[in-house]
Each structure stands twice: as C-alpha cells, then as structure tokens.
C-alpha cells in the first residue's frame, strides 16, 4: 500500500513531511544504514568528564532537596575515556548521587558527568558487564582523532560482537559516517565476512543495507552474483536494506549496476517498497558516485514519472538535482485524472516553480491566477524543505 496516501488535513511542514519523506529524516552519514541514537562516544565528548568506575558504599539523602544531592556513592576510577581536573591523578572520589544498585555490592558502570564547582555529578550511568566493553570503549577513544580509514576499520572488527551493546554502537558509528570516509577503509573489510552477515538469517533487517553497501566496497566481480541473488529472490530480499544491496551492486559494478537499479524502478510491476528503494539508490548514484552520468541516468528513468504511486518522489528528484528535461512530461499530469491527488500536485508545482523552462514559468503564472493559496503554500513547503535540507547537510559537531 502506498504510504502516506491519507486524506487527513495537515499543516504545512506536516504536508512535507508526507510529500518529501524521503529527504527530510536525511543523515550526515551512511546512505543505507537506519538511523540511530548517539554513539557512545558521542555521549563521552558531550560530558564534561566520562569514565568506568566501581561504585559501591550508594547511600541515600534523607529528605534530600529536589534537584540536589540525593546521596552519595564512591567511585573507584578504573578507566578515564575523557579527564577533567576534577579526576586526575585521583583513584576514588565520591558521587552526589544515589544508587540502589551500589548500595549492598560493588558494580561497574561507565558513568557520564558535568563538572560543577569541582564536584563529579553524574547524570547517566550505564552498567559495564565486562572487560570487552571497556577495551572497546578505550579503544574507541583512541581511534576518535585518527584518520577515517583507521576509525572506520576499528568499528568494522566490533559489528558481530557477541556483546550486542558494542554490536549496536560500532553499527551506529557506521551509519554516522559518510560514504566517502567508509570507502577509505575498504582494505580492512572481509569480503567472505559480510557474505556470512548477508546469509545469515539472524541478521537484524536494519543492517542489510550497510552490509550490502561494504560488499560492494570490498567484493570481487564475483560477489555481484551473491547480491543479485538476494535482489531477484523475493524470499530473500528484506523489507528493509534494498537500497543498500542495490547501491553495492553499483559500486562494485558501476557500469551495469545502475542499469539495473533502473529497470526495477521503471517496472509497475515490482512493488512499491522494491521500486522504492530503487530510487532511494538513484539518490546515492547522482551524490555519491560521480562516475555515473546523471543526465544519462534520469533520461533512463523518466518513465518512472508516469507510475502514479511513486510519481511525486520521482517528480522530486528531477528537481532536487536541477534536471529539467522532463519538463514536457512532468507538467501536463497536473490535469491528468489519474494523476490527481494532492501529493503529485504539489510535487509538480514545486518542480515548475524552480525549472527555468519557459513553460514552467507560464504553468506557475496560470496557476497562481486560478489557485493563489494553493501556490502559497508550495511556496511555503519549498521554503521548509530547503531549511530542512541545510540542517540536515551540517556535519555532526566533533
């Protein structure tokens, strides 16, 4: 079923989130991987101070004041991630905080904290099962500064790790990183590694993408066979990480791959998810892989706009990548039936208000003279989005 297809009324920025969902959850990083919360070591830059520590002795306040100390634990310092005067050179210190699970036993936590008036006051603590998260942590640590083919390489050795906390936090350092800074690393991933990943029925849908993209990364001409085979199987082919197989099969084969990208985004028979992702991988190509010609590629791909539920992304792309030659087909659908729901309006009135053709200036002038509040609030969408689309470019802070 297509999404978003509702005739529930929205406000504006609502009205976009529909109509451009494919642009506006956009990431600073990874094209195929699922969005993810902060990275651990994005929570250690973000605290004034971050260490793994022993607590124990966690006694609480009587009456404490609220949003003042509500206890005190002691700390025995067993790994500083990130120093603040408040610990150095210091092996124990003392909390202002209570907690129940220091109170009868000694526990590990990796404990994150402002420093206020020289005083450790933390405000989220995580439990520290064992050695292994430490020694990823730390090293984590190290790698931060280094080069992105050292960082990227140290992540990729964490993505099966057995303990699924530092599983999940090397997977979200991937999807953080931009694919220009993963493919600097390409010598450092196993080929036969990430084939196991793909076979393998336990992997989590989420991360098929990110795995199809490094085998393209890595793979050998003979890998394209493994992706295809997932591709063409619809017992295989997930849900979710299409766009990823699919943008492997580019990288490694930049010559066919995008031609078949094409062929299951113009088809009507392939579903729309399928279809979808096709597109979301076209994105990828006219970014990220300047050896494709992207005039070359949406002339292949025009016939996609008159498939009527992918239509308005479509319609979109062509904009987005300043593409005008599709002028003469994109416009006359305003006023074709089955093209007729608001969505498709609206793309193809964003499309004519930025094309430089001629025609497109006297569809808008027309328009604007027969549905004024109509063109206002494409204009108000465009205006949105395109906000929507600087933040969305600025680099994570360091």
């Known amino acids: 079923m297509r999404r978003f297809r509702v005739g529930i009324s929205f406000g504006i920025a609502s009205v976009l989130l529909l109509t451009s969902g494919l642009y506006v959850n956009e990431v600073w990083g990874c094209p195929f991987c699922s969005a993810t919360g902060q990275t651990m070591m994005q929570a250690v830059e973000e605290a004034d101070v971050a260490f793994i520590a022993e607590l124990s002795d966690s006694k609480p306040i009587t009456n404490a004041t609220p949003g003042g100390p509500d206890g005190e634990t002691k700390a025995h310092l ?106 600097t690393a390409s010598s450092a991933f196993n080929p036969d590694t990430i084939i196991k990943w793909l076979d393998n029925p336990k992997t989590e849908p989420y991360r098929i993408g990110l795995y199809g993209l490094l085998l393209g990364i890595c793979g050998r001409a003979s890998d394209r066979a493994v992706l295809q085979a997932i591709l063409e199987d619809p017992k295989r082919r997930p849900i979710s990480g299409v766009d990823g197989l699919l943008g492997g099969l580019c990288v490694l084969d930049p010559k066919n791959g995008p031609e078949y990208v094409i062929k299951v985004l113009v088809n009507p028979e392939n579903d729309f998810n399928y279809r979808y992702s096709a597109l979301r991988t076209v994105k990828f190509l006219a970014s990220d892989m300047p050896e494709v010609s992207k005039d070359q590629l949406f002339a292949k791909m025009q016939s996609a706009i008159q498939i009527p ?17 599709a002028t003469d087909v994109i416009l006359p659908l305003f006023e074709d039936p089955k093209f007729g729901v608001q969505v498709i309006k609206r ?38 989005e395109e906000a929507q689309q600087i933040k969305a470019k600025e680099p994570p802070k360091p």
């Open 309 to 325: 539920d992918i239509s308005d992304l479509v319609i979109d792309e062509y904009r987005r990548n300043q593409i005008w030659t």
């Open 347 to 384: 793309a193809i009135t964003r499309y004519a208000l930025k094309c430089p053709d001629p025609k497109a200036e006297i569809f808008v002038k027309k328009l604007r003279e027969k549905d004024p509040q109509f063109v206002s609030d494409v204009e108000e969408i465009l205006r949105f």
């Open 78 to 183: 067993l790994r500083v991630l990130k120093s603040n005067p408040a610990v150095e050179k210091k092996a124990d210190i003392v909390l202002p905080r209570y907690l129940p699970a220091a109170e009868k036993d000694k526990v590990r936590f990796l404990v994150y904290a402002i420093v206020a008036d020289g005083v450790v006051d933390p405000y989220r603590a995580t439990p520290v099962d064992s050695d292994d998260l430490a020694d990823y942590l730390a090293g984590a640590v190290d790698h931060r500064k280094k080069p992105p083919a050292d960082r990227i390489a140290y992540f990729f050795k964490y993505l099966d790790n057995k303990d699924q906390i530092i599983s999940n936090d090397a997977y979200s350092e991937f999807a953080l990183a931009p694919y220009k800074e993963v493919k």
